[in-house]
C-alpha cells in the first residue's frame, strides 16, 4: 500500500506513529526501538539527532520524518552530500510518495520543484537560506551525512541552515557523528523545539575485528573457506585495487557452479571499453571491483551482482563508504593509512567506522567481520620468524625488512585504537564568499544585521569569527567598488546604515553552474558567421563555444593529467630534435601544460567581468579542451581512453562529457546554435549515450519521472541497450564524418600502417592507402587538415534504408577538391557496434 494512502488527516502523534508502524508492517519492516524511539520524537515536533551505527535502518526514520510533514501539509527537505545520493533517494521517494510529491534539486537538474518533498545537496538549502533567511520556504529538513558539517570545504553547507531556519525541524543523521551535545543544545536554543538524540545503539549485527599478519591471498582464502564471503576489500587508490582483483585471479574464488551462473547472467552485458574486457573476466571469477573511476553502467553491475550474492570478493576504494548498498559479510583493510590530496595520514576515527559499519547487513548476516591487514614488511619479518623457529643460529640470521621510504607508521596499536575511539566531536568549519553575502544582502531588509549575525553567531570560536568578519569586510569593500552594492547614509534614527543590491539576482543565483553567468557573456563574443567572426573565433564557431562552456566545468583531473604527459611527451621529442640540452627542456617543460583553447581571451574577459560581478571570484576559470580535443582528433571515447591512458577513469571522463553535454543543452542560447553546433551538441549526447546511457537516462528521467518503471530497471542486471545509433541521423552523421576526417588526418601524416590497420579487414591494406595516396601527392603538396577540411560541404552523402555511401572530399592547397575518399557505411552492423561501421572502397580523383 501507499504510504500516502497511510496519511491520517490528525497530527496527532499517537495517530501519526500508529499509522506509519502499520504501512511499515505492511511493508515487511518490524522497526527496531530505536527507530520507534526516533519516529515518535519526530511525530512529537522535536529536533532529532540519530547517530546509529550502519545496518539500523536510518533511512526509514527518514522515510516516516516525511510522512509526518506531508500529514500535516508541510513541506520537507532531504539533503545528502552528493548528487548521486541525492538522485538515488529522489527515485526511492518517487516509489513511496509519487512522482507529483516528490522534487529535486542538484545544481544541474531541477524537477518538479515546487513539490512538497525535496531531494538536493546541501549547498543547494544553504543558497536558499541564506537567500530568503526565515521565510524560505521548508518546515523540516532531513539532512543525510551530518559529518559533513566537519568536512573543511563544504561544511558551511551543513551549518548555514541551522543557523538560519529557525522555524524548522531538524533531523540530522549520520553513523558517524561523536559527541552532539553542542549542537543539540544550539540547535534546540535557535528552534524552540526539544531535541532528541538517539545513538549508543547495538547494532543488530554486531561485529568481531580482527588483525591478521598472514599475507593478503591467503587471509582472503581462509575468509573463503570459513563462510566469510562476500569480503570487500578496501584500499586506497584505484590502482591498487585494481591490481588486487587480478592478483586474485589466479585463486579460486567461486565455484564451477557459480561461474557459470555469473555467465549466464551476464551473457548479454555490453562490456564496451578496454576497462570493461578486463572487468568481465574476473567478474566471470566471482571477482568485483568498485571505484569511483569506473563507468556507471559497470558499477551498478557490480554492486547488483554482489546484492545477489554471485560475488564472493569485491575489490575497491573507500567509496564503499558512501553510496555502495550490497550485502557485505567482511571488510577487509588493506592499511590504515591514505593520501588525503596533500600527505600521508592514518585514517580519522570517523573514516574507519564509515567503512567498517557496511560490514554485516541486517536480514542477511548473524555477525559482521572487520579484518585489518598487517603491513606487508611487518608479515614478512614476522613469516621469516616463524621460519627460524627455535634455532637461535637462524634467528641471527635474519635480515628484517624495513618499512618503505614515506611509511607513515600504523599497526595492531593503531587497528585498536580506531576499534575502540568514538568518532571525533565534529568541527565548524564555517566560511564567507561574495556568493553568501550577495545572497545575504539580496535578501533584503537590515543587510546589515543579517550580515553580522552569519559571522558572530555561528558555531565558531570568537577568533575564528573574526577572521571571517574580516574576510566579510574585504568582500563588502569590492562589492561596493564595483558598484554591486550601495550604502546609504546613516539615517536620523541612528541605525546602521542602509545597504542593498543595485542588480536584480537571477532565481537560482549560486544554486547552479557558478559560472554559467559568465559564460552566457562569453557566448556573445563569439559571431556565427565565419566571414565576420573575431580572430579567435573564426571558422570554428562552434568548438569555440564549446571552449566558453568547458573552461566553466569542474575539472576532470586525471584527463588534464593525461593531456599534459602526452604534450610534455611531444615537447621532449621536438627539443630533442632541435637539440636542446637536458637543463633547458626541464625548465621549458614546466610551462607545458594540458590544451587551453581561447585561454587569453578567457581570462581577460573574466577579469572584466569581475569588476561588475565581483561575486564570481569565488571560482576559478579553468580554459580546458576534452570535447574539442576528443572531436578534433576525430576519436571515439575507446580511443581516447586509450590515448591518453585512463582505463582507470572511464567513468570521470563520462561523467564529464554528460556534463558537458547537459550544459550545452541547458546554457547555450538556441538562437546562438548554428546547425554545426547542434551536430556537435548531438554528436556529444550520442556519443554518451552509447558507451553508458544511465547517465542520461537517468536526467532524462528525472524530468519525467516513472517510479514502476525505475524500479523494474534498478533491480534488473542488464541495462536497458542504448537506442538505436542510426535513428539520431544528426548525431551519426558526425559519427560518420569523424570516421572519415580520421583517415583525413592518418592521410595528411603519410600513416599508411595506421590507415591499413583501420581498413584492412575490407581490402584496403597499407599498401593500397600508400599507392593511391602516390597519385594525390603527385598533384598537390599536402592534405590539409584545417576547420576547412572538416567542413560538412566536403562530405557528401547518399542515404539508402540499409546503407550510406559517402564520399570524403579532400582539403588540397589548391582548392580544387578534385579528390576523395570514397567509403560505405553499414547501417545495421554501426547499431550493432554501438559506432559507425566505415569501410573505404576506394581513394581517387572524382
Not at 46 to 62: D, Q, Y
Not at 370 to 385: G, R, T
Request: charged share 25%.
Amino acid at each position: 500500500m501507499s504510504l500516502l494512502k497511510s496519511l491520517p488527516n490528525v497530527t496527532d502523534p499517537d495517530v501519526l506513529f500508529e499509522a506509519f508502524e502499520t504501512w511499515a508492517t505492511e511493508q515487511g519492516l518490524s522497526l527496531y526501538p530505536a527507530q520507534e524511539e526516533a519516529v515518535i520524537e519526530i511525530v512529537s515536533g522535536a529536533n532529532l539527532i540519530l547517530s546509529t551505527p550502519t545496518g539500523t535502518g536510518k533511512s526509514l526514520v527518514a522515510v516516516g520524518a516525511h510522512f509526518a510533514a506531508l500529514s500535516a501539509g508541510k513541506r520537507t527537505f532531504y539533503t545528502a552530500p552528493i548528487k548521486a545520493l541525492v538522485s538515488e533517494k529522489f527515485f526511492s521517494l518517487v516509489e513511496t510518495f509519487g512522482a507529483e510529491n516528490v522534487g529535486m534539486m542538484t545544481g544541474d537538474s531541477s524537477v518538479n520543484a515546487d513539490a512538497r518533498i525535496i531531494c538536493c545537496t546541501a549547498e543547494i538549502l544553504a543558497n536558499l537560506a541564506l537567500r530568503h533567511g526565515e521565510d524560505t520556504e521548508v518546515d523540516q529538513v532531513v539532512m543525510d551525512e551530518f559529518h559533513f558539517y566537519a568536512d573543511p570545504d563544504r561544511g558551511w553547507a551543513w551549518q548555514v541552515p541551522l543557523l538560519l531556519l529557525p522555524r524548522v525541524q531538524f533531523i540530522l543523521m549520520s553513523a558517524t557523528l561523536g559527541d552532539v551535545k553542542f549542537i543539540a543544545e544550539d540547535l534546540s536554543k535557535r528552534t524552540g523545539r526539544d531535541t532528541a538524540i538517539v545513538t549508543g545503539v547495538e547494532r543488530p549485527v554486531p561485529l568481531n575485528y580482527y588483525y591478521e599478519t598472514t599475507p593478503v591471498h591467503e587471509t582472503v582464502e581462509d575468509l573463503l573457506h570459513t563462510q566469510k564471503s562476500p569480503v570487500y576489500i578496501v584500499h586506497f587508490s584505484q590502482a591498487a585495487a585494481l591490481e588486487r582483483a587480478q592478483a586474485l585471479a589466479s585463486a579460486k574464488v567461486a565455484t564451477r557452479e557459480q561461474r557459470d551462473e555469473i555467465a549466464e547472467l551476464i551473457g548479454e552485458f555490453r562490456f564496451t571499453t578496454s576497462f570493461g574486457k578486463t572487468l568481465s573476466r574476473l567478474i566471470r571469477m566471482g571477482i568485483g571491483v568498485h571505484h569511483a573511476g569506473m563507468l556507471p553502467k559497470y558499477r551498478r553491475l557490480v554492486e547488483q551482482l554482489a546484492q545477489r550474492g554471485m560475488l564472493r570478493v569485491i575489490c575497491g576504494t573507500d567509496t564503499l563508504g558512501v553510496g555502495i548498498n550490497v550485502p557485505i559479510r567482511t571488510v577487509l583493510f588493506t592499511a590504515l593509512t591514505k593520501y588525503d590530496g596533500v600527505k600521508m595520514r592514518q585514517v580519522h576515527v570517523r573514516e574507519f567506522h564509515q567503512i567498517a559499519g557496511r560490514a554485516g547487513r541486517a536480514g542477511y548476516d548473524t555477525a559482521g567481520t572487520v579484518v585489518i591487514q598487517a603491513p606487508d614488511h611487518e608479515s614478512e619479518n614476522l613469516k621469516a620468524i616463524e621460519k627460524a623457529g627455535d634455532d637461535p643460529k637462524k634467528k641471527r640470521k635474519i635480515v628484517r625488512k624495513k618499512a618503505p621510504d614515506g611509511f607513515v607508521s600504523w599497526g595492531e596499536p593503531s587497528f585498536r585504537r580506531l576499534v575502540d575511539a568514538e568518532p571525533e566531536t565534529l568541527s565548524s568549519s564555517m566560511q564567507m564568499t561574495a556568493a553568501m553575502l550577495i545572497n545575504v544582502i539580496g535578501r533584503g531588509g537590515d543587510a546589515f544585521a543579517h550580515v553580522h549575525s552569519l559571522v558572530f553567531d555561528n558555531h565558531e570560536p570568537w577568533k575564528r569569527q573574526l577572521v571571517l568578519a574580516r574576510r566579510a569586510l574585504g568582500i563588502y569593500k569590492t562589492l561596493r567598488e564595483a558598484g554591486v552594492v550601495e550604502q546609504s547614509a546613516r539615517g536620523i534614527d541612528g541605525r546602521e546604515p542602509s545597504i542593498r543590491l543595485t542588480v536584480d539576482l537571477q532565481a537560482n543565483f549560486a544554486l547552479n553552474q557558478p559560472l554559467s553567468p559568465f559564460a552566457l557573456a562569453a557566448f556573445e563574443l563569439l559571431d556565427p558567421d565565419p566571414e565576420t567572426g573575431p580572430g579567435p573565433g573564426t571558422g570554428h564557431y562552434a568548438l569555440d563555444m564549446i571552449s566558453i562552456l568547458e573552461a566553466t566545468l569542474d575539472n576532470p583531473r586525471p584527463v588534464l593529467m593525461g593531456q599534459q604527459f602526452a604534450a610534455r611527451g611531444e615537447a621532449v621529442n621536438a627539443m630533442k630534435r632541435e637539440g636542446i640540452e637536458y637543463d633547458e627542456r626541464m625548465a621549458l617543460l614546466e610551462e607545458v601544460t594540458w590544451p587551453k583553447p581561447l585561454e587569453e581571451l578567457l581570462n581577460y574577459t573574466f577579469e572584466t567581468y569581475k569588476a561588475s560581478q565581483p561575486w564570481i571570484a569565488d571560482f576559478e576559470l579553468s580554459p580546458k579542451s576534452v570535447v574539442r580535443d576528443m572531436y578534433e582528433r576525430a576519436m571515439s571515447f575507446g580511443e581516447f581512453i586509450a590515448f591518453y591512458k585512463l582505463a582507470r577513469s572511464e567513468g570521470v571522463v563520462l561523467r564529464y562529457l554528460s556534463d558537458a553535454y547537459r550544459a550545452a543543452r541547458q546554457t547555450i542560447p538556441d538562437e546562438a546554435k548554428n546547425e554545426d553546433l547542434l551536430d556537435l551538441i548531438e554528436w556529444l549526447g550520442e556519443l554518451v549515450r552509447q558507451v553508458d546511457s544511465s547517465l542520461l537516462d537517468e536526467w532524462e528521467e528525472m524530468l519525467h519521472p516513472d517510479a514502476a518503471e525505475h524500479a523494474t530497471e534498478a533491480h534488473a542486471i542488464l541495462p536497458p541497450a542504448p537506442k538505436r545509433l542510426t535513428t539520431n541521423v544528426r548525431a551519426f552523421r558526425i559519427l560518420v564524418r569523424n570516421e572519415l576526417f580520421r583517415r583525413v588526418q592518418l592521410a595528411a601524416l603519410e600513416h599508411y600502417d595506421e590507415l591499413g590497420d583501420l581498413d584492412k579487414e575490407h581490402g584496403f591494406t597499407a599498401d593500397v592507402w600508400g599507392d593511391s595516396l602516390d597519385d594525390y601527392f603527385a598533384e598537390h603538396d599536402e592534405i590539409l587538415t584545417g576547420a576547412n577540411a572538416r567542413s560538412s560541404d566536403l562530405l557528401l552523402i547518399e542515404v539508402t534504408p540499409t546503407l550510406w555511401k559517402v564520399r570524403q572530399i579532400l582539403d588540397d592547397p589548391a582548392g580544387d577538391h578534385d579528390w576523395g575518399i570514397s567509403a560505405e557505411v553499414d547501417l545495421e552492423a554501426s547499431d550493432e557496434a554501438g559506432e559507425a561501421v566505415v569501410r573505404v572502397t576506394a581513394v581517387n580523383r572524382l
